[in-house]
């Protein structure tokens, strides 16, 4: 029987998720590569009707399963092939997200930490952001998430852990787990298992001490259980097709790790400062959780909370260690530092633990970086003389600060929301008002978050790329091939609303420019890589704006 208090606050969740994920899904174009790479997909495959096999400008594309673009392709079919679509199957993630986190913290502790930690998930800027976006990551890691969760289920009814009702038998955890694990393969990949697998070890290494916690046979049964859902595409499209997918997707997942992806590079320490400062405000008490906690508490309290830790490192270290460097690749990390976050904020509220010096100088510090530069960013938007010397030596970035973007002054506005937001909780949380400070703290941030995007997201599209999407979408309908030379997008696909093969290798791409064509040939390429196209004379230049340079040949 449905307990009513949870049914209410999953309910009331729910509709948080849908109030600020769902809205202005569509108000601004996607971006390159991701958002539109992945949209170009799901469009593609709902013209070529072709399900197991994944397509990007008609030809077979294996660096991704197809389960987010079944997803995207079920939204368009409804909604049309648009930014909303897109976008729509990641706000629906984070509707589940919350109510899910909400109900394992009920499990775990009483409702109330339930609720701290969703709201402290809500509240986060990162995961706030992807549930915004038309990436497949926040799906990859809810399953990686539950995954886990329910393996650690089976690992306390296995080995009878007390405290906590488990009314299942383990081997439906068991299996729960690796159908979960199977679902995050079918979304992103084998590195779905290879995270869950590495936590599992690391456990079985540092705090199992080599003792079987669970025995060969049931890990393979968790095993077998996520080959089956990942047989149900693998095994299809091998039988169809051979064994092509299989070959060029490990291919791809070796150079994932070996290289830098498409110039992808960074510092080992990058992931630490993406988490540092882009999961403000939780990060903040993240640091604390490393510390001694006072107290009493269950075994099985004990326990979730180092295979938290561990979950955590394992991503942290995996992906410093990879040598493309991208923000979401340490995104998985949300769920381990969300719940270690609230954890403190849980034990501050039962009186155990005080907000310290540090961190409300740590507050101030991450939160002022924010506010500085959503109060600075207008005035120099507004004074764009200011800042052209800083890209001198970059003629298609100052090209982009040509672009005729509309600054009224009111940007200034989110700024100032989180500045009143950071005094009033951090006030609140002194006078140990915490019913006021978490709500201030975490529901303030997510609505800095949203007035960002309100105020800045299509002002930043509009020098980044808007011009080029716009020469793409003028297109739509010509019979006409559309290009991209000298950098990588996928905007000419999406936004060209192109019905076939567009000749993009480089073979093909040299017959265009100066063999025979049987239509006409669009290109557009950046400012400072303009000069070889302006040498081939059958390749007319048509315009320029905002650092990309518009050419046609006529056939």
């Known amino acids: 029987m449905w307990d009513r208090e949870a049914v209410r606050y999953s309910l009331l969740l729910a509709l948080l998720g849908s109030i600020f994920y769902v809205s202005f899904l569509g108000g601004v174009h996607l971006f390159d590569w991701d958002e539109i790479n992945f949209a170009e997909i799901s469009r593609e495959m709902l013209i070529t009707k072709e399900y197991t ?7 077979p594309f294996w660096e991704k399963p197809p389960f987010f673009f079944w997803l995207q392709a079920s939204a368009m079919s409804i909604f049309g092939v648009n930014e909303f679509a897109a976008r729509l199957p990641n706000a629906i993630c984070g509707i589940l997200t919350l109510v899910v986190l909400f109900n394992i913290g009920r499990r775990l502790y009483n409702t109330r930490f ?55 038998s383990y081997w439906t955890y068991l299996i729960i787990g690796g159908l979960s694990i199977g679902m995050g393969i ?33 890990f393979i049964v968790f095993t077998l259980a996520a080959t089956l859902v990942t047989l149900g595409w693998y095994g299809i499209e091998t039988w169809k097709n051979g064994t092509w997918f299989i070959t060029e997707f490990n291919r791809y997942q070796y150079r994932l790790f070996s290289t830098p992806d498409a110039g992808h590079r960074g510092f080992p320490f990058y992931h630490f400062v993406v988490l540092l400062i882009g999961c403000f405000p939780a990060s903040v008490f993240l640091i604390r959780s490393f510390g001694r906690i006072p107290g009493e508490e269950a075994a099985y309290h004990r ?23 991208i923000v979401h690749y340490s995104s998985m990390t949300y769920y381990p530092l969300t719940y270690l976050a609230a954890y403190i904020i849980y034990n501050m509220v039962e009186g155990k633990i005080k907000m310290t010096r540090w961190m409300r100088i740590g507050l101030w510090t991450i939160g002022g970086l924010f506010i500085l530069a959503t109060v600075s960013l207008p005035f120099l938007a507004k004074n764009i003389e200011l800042i052209k010397p800083l890209f001198s030596k970059d003629p298609f970035a100052l090209a982009n600060l040509e672009a005729a973007v509309n600054w009224t002054g009111f940007e200034i506005i989110p700024g100032l929301f989180l500045l009143v937001v950071l005094f009033l909780a951090l006030r609140w949380w002194k006078q140990e008002r915490y019913q006021n400070a978490i709500p201030a703290l975490f529901g303030g941030t997510a609505v800095f978050v949203m007035l960002t995007l309100v105020f800045f997201i299509n002002r930043i599209e509009g020098y980044s790329q808007r011009a080029a999407i716009e020469f793409f979408e003028s297109k739509v309908g010509k019979d006409a091939y559309l290009l991209t030379d000298g950098y990588k997008s996928y905007a000419q696909y999406f936004y060209g609303k192109t019905q076939e093969y567009s000749h993009k290798n480089e073979g093909d791409r040299e017959k265009l420019y100066t063999g025979d064509v049987d239509k006409d040939v669009y290109i557009v390429t950046k400012i400072h890589k303009a000069d070889r196209l302006r040498q081939i004379p059958t390749l007319e230049e048509i315009g320029e704006k905002n650092g990309f340079v518009f050419f046609r040949r006529v056939r």
């Open 186 to 218: 079918l979304t992103k990949g084998q590195v779905a298992y290879l995270l869950a697998g590495l936590t599992f070890f690391v456990y079985w290494v540092i705090y199992a001490r080599f003792r079987f916690y669970v025995n060969v046979p049931q």
């Open 53 to 59: 096999r994944v397509y990007v400008d008609f030809l």
């Open 114 to 168: 339930g609720l701290i930690w969703a709201g402290v998930y809500f509240g986060t800027i990162l995961p706030f952001l992807y549930f915004k976006s038309g990436i497949i990551d926040p799906w990859f890691n809810l399953f990686i998430f539950l995954g886990i969760y329910y393996f650690i289920l089976f690992h306390w009814k296995r080995n009878k852990y007390t405290d906590i009702e488990l009314p299942r």
């Open 303 to 325: 326990d979730f909370r180092i295979w938290m830790k561990i979950l955590f490192w394992v991503v942290l270290i995996l992906f410093s260690i990879v040598k493309s460097k």
